[in-house]
């Protein structure tokens, strides 16, 4: 009989000139271990000859192998991710002295599992086909160690907007592995050999203290085996940057206008603009993601005073900045009419009042306080009277000549005007007292304390002989 197996030694093959080979398997069922992603194992192969009788036929002797017949040793079934070199064996001895090798390695997508490989035998002087005999091949999950991979710096801290950065180690003490790395937001670049080396992360932060997390950076091999190291990210908040400017004067109760603008590194889902316009009351402006951060608001103060208006502006994190570099003097103003006989000039209408040198001319206005928005009256400061040369505009209109009979008491010794008992102010404008040039033309204003009342309106007066 000639048998071809598997035994402790390897496999081996007993062959006859007179029968058939008849392969099968020797020493019992034989397996070799084979580890995913291991070192090959070898495995020996030999044809032991024996006699009819049983008896050996002696070492690589009288077989029916020969160089004109060899005999050939093929296997069928390996699994897919097993590899097995060379792929057939060729015998033209028989006996331990013409041992052959093949040598058997899994890949790491090798399935652990017990698989059966067929090995047949074919040729030989006077024989035909061998059958087959069964060796097993046992795929194990390998002991190797995972990666090893390590952070430099446990807690990372930086404020919104700025580059987030970060080092460590890396090494993998199977050699021949592959190390790829990864992390769970931002970039990580590896360096060094395949054995070991370094690494460096960095991110882009861009709201506080929203993006604050936990930082997980991956080291894994090409056999899927990985290791994990982590850091604490911190982003924190940051206060906008405001920037305002105000009108620096304005007369009471007109609008003022105040321009603010400010910038904020977090990608806030939107900020709210505060004003304090210094005389308790306040503005309010919100302002979306993606809105223009800048604007204009507008104030009437109803007081003259100076102001200091403060613009606070506050992200949705919390953080607030402000500007408060922002004054405004508020200016008090006065309303001014006229009232019959003396006729009032506007810009836009100049009219002499002409009346006879010596007379007394009555001058009576109503005053009105803008700010507080009501007329002067008795017990209210008195406006006072204040007269200067002008030159007559041409195409000024020339009122009549009034003799302004009734005239009453003049008011040669003091600039103020009096409370009339028809709720008026009264001015009864002595022309001799005063010394008025005949032919020379004059202005006539209305002042309360040092404040001008007829910037809009006011009088022209000449005398005539």
Same mark, same amino acid.
Request: net charge negative; proline share 4%.
């Given at each position: 009989?000639?048998?071809?197996?598997?035994?402790?030694?390897?496999?081996? #093959?007993?062959?006859?000139? $007179?029968?058939?080979?008849?392969?099968?398997?020797?020493?019992?069922?034989?397996?070799?271990?084979?580890?995913?992603?291991?070192? *090959?194992?070898?495995?020996?192969?030999?044809?032991?000859?024996?006699?009819?009788?049983?008896?050996?036929?002696?070492?690589?002797?009288?077989?029916?192998?020969?160089?004109?017949?060899?005999?050939?040793?093929?296997?069928?079934?390996?699994?897919?991710?097993?590899?097995?070199?060379?792929?057939?064996?060729?015998?033209?001895?028989?006996?331990?002295?013409? &041992?052959?090798?093949?040598?058997?390695?899994?890949?790491?997508?090798?399935? *652990? #599992?017990?698989?059966?490989?067929?090995?047949?035998?074919?040729?030989?002087?006077?024989?035909?086909?061998?059958?087959?005999?069964?060796?097993?091949?046992?795929?194990?999950?390998?002991? %190797?160690?995972?990666?090893?991979?390590?952070?430099?710096?446990?807690?990372?801290?930086?404020?919104?907007?700025?580059?987030?950065?970060?080092?460590?180690? !890396? =090494?993998?003490?199977?050699?021949?592995?592959?190390?790829?790395?990864?992390?769970?937001?931002?970039?990580?670049?590896?360096?060094?050999?395949?054995?070991?080396?370094?690494?460096? !992360?960095?991110?882009?932060?861009? /709201?506080?203290?929203?993006?604050?997390?936990?930082? +997980?950076?991956?080291? +894994? /091999? /090409?056999?899927?085996?990985?290791?994990? +190291?982590?850091?604490?990210?911190?982003?924190?908040?940051?206060?906008?940057?405001?920037?305002?400017?105000?009108?620096?004067?304005?007369?009471?109760? &007109?609008?003022?206008?105040?321009?603010?603008?400010?910038?904020?590194?977090? +990608?806030?889902?939107?900020?709210?603009?505060?004003?304090?316009?210094?005389?308790?009351?306040?503005?309010?402006?919100?302002?979306?993601?993606?809105?223009?951060?800048?604007?204009?608001?507008?104030?009437?103060?109803?007081? *003259?005073?100076?102001? =200091?208006?403060?613009?606070?502006?506050?992200?949705?994190?919390?953080?607030?900045?402000?500007?408060?570099?922002?004054?405004?003097?508020?200016?008090? &103003?006065?309303?001014?009419?006229?009232?019959?006989?003396?006729?009032?000039?506007?810009?836009? =209408?100049?009219?002499?009042?002409?009346? %006879?040198?010596?007379?007394?001319?009555?001058?009576?206005?109503?005053?009105?306080?803008?700010?507080?928005?009501?007329?002067?009256?008795?017990?209210?400061?008195?406006?006072?009277?204040?007269?200067?040369?002008?030159?007559? *505009?041409?195409?000024?209109?020339?009122?009549?000549?009034?003799?302004?009979?009734?005239?009453?008491?003049?008011?040669?010794?003091?600039?103020?005007?009096? !409370?009339?008992?028809?709720?008026? !102010?009264?001015?009864?404008?002595?022309?001799? #007292? $005063?010394?008025?040039?005949?032919?020379?033309?004059?202005?006539?204003?209305?002042?309360?304390?040092?404040? $001008?009342?007829?910037?809009?309106?006011?009088?022209? $007066?000449?005398?005539?002989?």
């Amino acid at each position: 009989t000639a048998a071809l197996l598997m035994g402790a030694g390897g496999l081996a #093959a007993w062959a006859d000139d $007179l029968i058939t080979n008849d392969v099968q398997m020797g020493g019992g069922t034989f397996g070799i271990t084979l580890a995913q992603g291991g070192s *090959p194992v070898s495995l020996p192969v030999y044809i032991n000859g024996t006699g009819q009788d049983g008896g050996p036929q002696g070492q690589g002797g009288n077989c029916n192998a020969s160089s004109a017949s060899p005999i050939t040793v093929t296997l069928a079934g390996v699994p897919s991710g097993v590899n097995v070199s060379p792929n057939s064996l060729q015998f033209t001895q028989c006996g331990p002295g013409a &041992t052959q090798s093949l040598s058997a390695t899994a890949a790491g997508t090798a399935v *652990p #599992a017990d698989h059966t490989v067929i090995a047949s035998a074919s040729g030989g002087v006077g024989t035909t086909n061998a059958d087959s005999t069964v060796f097993r091949v046992t795929a194990e999950q390998p002991s %190797k160690s995972a990666p090893a991979v390590a952070s430099d710096n446990a807690n990372v801290t930086v404020v919104e907007g700025q580059h987030a950065t970060n080092t460590g180690t !890396w =090494s993998d003490a199977n050699a021949g592995d592959t190390v790829s790395l990864s992390a769970s937001v931002g970039s990580v670049t590896k360096s060094g050999t395949n054995a070991a080396g370094t690494w460096s !992360w960095s991110y882009d932060t861009t /709201d506080g203290p929203d993006k604050s997390q936990t930082v +997980t950076v991956t080291a +894994t /091999d /090409d056999k899927g085996r990985s290791a994990t +190291t982590t850091f604490d990210l911190t982003v924190d908040n940051v206060a906008p940057s405001v920037e305002a400017s105000i009108d620096a004067e304005i007369n009471c109760r &007109t609008n003022a206008t105040l321009d603010w603008s400010f910038t904020d590194p977090g +990608t806030d889902a939107d900020w709210t603009v505060d004003v304090d316009w210094g005389d308790t009351t306040s503005s309010t402006a919100t302002v979306g993601a993606t809105d223009p951060k800048s604007g204009t608001l507008n104030h009437a103060y109803e007081a *003259p005073d100076n102001y =200091s208006a403060t613009v606070t502006v506050t992200n949705d994190d919390g953080a607030s900045g402000a500007n408060n570099d922002n004054s405004i003097v508020v200016r008090q &103003t006065y309303s001014v009419t006229f009232l019959k006989p003396f006729d009032a000039s506007t810009p836009g =209408s100049h009219v002499i009042n002409k009346a %006879k040198a010596v007379r007394t001319v009555p001058v009576k206005v109503q005053v009105y306080d803008d700010c507080a928005q009501r007329a002067l009256a008795d017990g209210d400061t008195a406006p006072n009277v204040k007269l200067s040369k002008a030159t007559v *505009p041409s195409g000024a209109t020339t009122d009549g000549i009034e003799l302004y009979s009734d005239a009453g008491s003049a008011n040669s010794n003091t600039d103020l005007f009096r !409370w009339s008992t028809d709720g008026f !102010w009264i001015y009864n404008l002595d022309t001799k #007292a $005063l010394n008025l040039t005949v032919g020379q033309g004059y202005r006539v204003d209305v002042n309360v304390g040092a404040t $001008l009342a007829t910037e809009d309106e006011w009088g022209l $007066l000449a005398t005539v002989k």
